[in-house]
């Protein structure tokens, strides 16, 4: 089973820049596709970005390009979102997400097992 706990969540002023961490246990995690989504207040769940098990490819919606960067490390067995130049529009509560590789398979964008979330808020 996997297990996802988030944290690096807070409070910034737009501009400002936060790093949002994901640790697993449970599963190899060298063989866990990994993603970040976020959800607003009164809307519904998006998604942020993705990496590969081996880190090299990675996925980002598109609005997002350029201010936000995905990384994994695999040794500490963590994830991470590095979120530069924050908006307000940005404030939501970030998961982390991860799916098992299928043997042969690659990653795609969906996730069985999510984190319990950490807030980010950005004020103006």
């Known amino acids: 089973q996997v297990q996802l706990v988030e944290s690096g969540g807070g409070s910034v002023q737009a501009g400002g820049s936060l790093r949002v961490s994901c640790i697993a246990s449970?599963?190899?995690?060298?063989?866990?596709?990994m993603g970040w989504f976020r959800q607003a207040p009164d809307r519904e769940r998006e998604g942020v970005a993705a990496i590969s098990v081996g880190g090299r490819a990675t996925y980002y919606a598109d609005s997002l390009k350029g201010r936000f960067t995905i990384s994994r490390d695999n040794a500490k067995k963590t994830l991470y979102l590095q979120m530069n130049s924050l908006k307000p529009e940005d404030t939501a509560v970030y998961y982390c997400?991860?799916?098992?590789?299928?043997?042969?398979?690659?990653?795609?964008?969906?996730?069985?097992?999510w984190g319990q979330g950490t807030q980010v808020t950005v004020s103006s």
């Open positions: 449970g599963y190899t995690y060298s063989a866990l596709c």
């Open positions: 997400a991860a799916q098992p590789l299928a043997t042969g398979g690659n990653c795609g964008l969906r996730y069985n097992y």
